[in-house]
């Protein structure tokens, strides 16, 4: 959604805007699965392998949401000074966006302390995944679905950024040199996190901002023998 407007205030323009956009996506139940395959005798055998420590074998789900908010609005005005023609434009733009993110995964896994008719004590080999989604009761030695804690909670983090600016444009004979800065302000602020666990695997709840404020200038030289010919030397700090 967007609203926009302009108008002429004497010899001043103003031009203005407003949007808020919104963006749902959901993956239900989606699966990953590795099969192995190996040679036996003249036949090609494909089979599946639940190795604990392993995460071949995986379901889960992922909902996100961003809402967004942009604004911003600007004004001009013309001034001469003698034979040079001056316009100045000063404005603000800023943007306000929430993202929220839960995914929850799912691995197949051994249930341990089983007798062991197999060659390792965690490894479960099988042929077909109808067995496993029978219902069966977890017992021991049976393969059931085990929910990883890491992504069972939610994140949720905000920005806000506003960015003021400034641009004079002069023109005189050929020559035109157009030249202003912009002020950036970016705050990103973390209001829920999915971690769940206290491993020690690099994830920080630590709150980490950009710099609160940079001044990025830009300047514009051009330079127009005719009408159809331009040379241009530029400069902007991004």
Excluded: C
């Excluded at 995986?58 to 001009?76: F, K, L, P």
């Amino acid at each position: 959604n967007k609203i926009e407007g302009n108008h002429k205030l004497g010899i001043v323009e103003v031009n203005w805007f407003g949007a808020r956009s919104s963006v749902d996506s959901e993956t239900k139940d989606y699966t990953r699965f590795e099969k192995m395959y190996k040679k036996v005798n003249d036949e090609i055998l494909g089979y599946y392998v639940i190795y604990n420590p392993l995460n071949r074998q995986q379901r889960g789900n992922i909902e996100n949401n961003t809402i967004s908010y942009n604004v911003g609005a600007d004004a001009a005005f013309d001034v001469k000074t003698g034979s040079v023609k001056n316009r100045i434009k000063v404005g603000y733009f800023g943007t306000f966006s929430e993202n929220t993110n839960k995914q929850q995964r799912a691995f197949l896994r051994v249930k341990e302390n089983r007798p062991n008719p197999f060659p390792t004590p965690y490894t479960y080999n099988f042929t077909s995944f109808s067995e496993l989604f029978g219902g069966k009761d977890w017992e021991d030695g049976y393969v059931g679905w085990a929910v990883n804690n890491y992504y069972g909670g939610r994140y949720r983090g905000k920005i806000e950024m506003h960015t003021p600016f400034v641009m004079l444009d002069h023109r005189i004979d050929k020559w035109r040199f157009v030249w202003g800065a912009r002020a950036e302000n970016y705050t990103y602020t973390l209001l829920e996190t999915q971690k769940e666990n206290a491993t020690d695997d690099g994830f920080t709840d630590q709150q980490v901002d950009d710099k609160k404020w940079e001044i990025l200038p830009s300047a514009n030289l051009t330079y127009s023998p005719n009408a159809k010919s331009n040379i241009r030397a530029a400069y902007s700090r991004v």
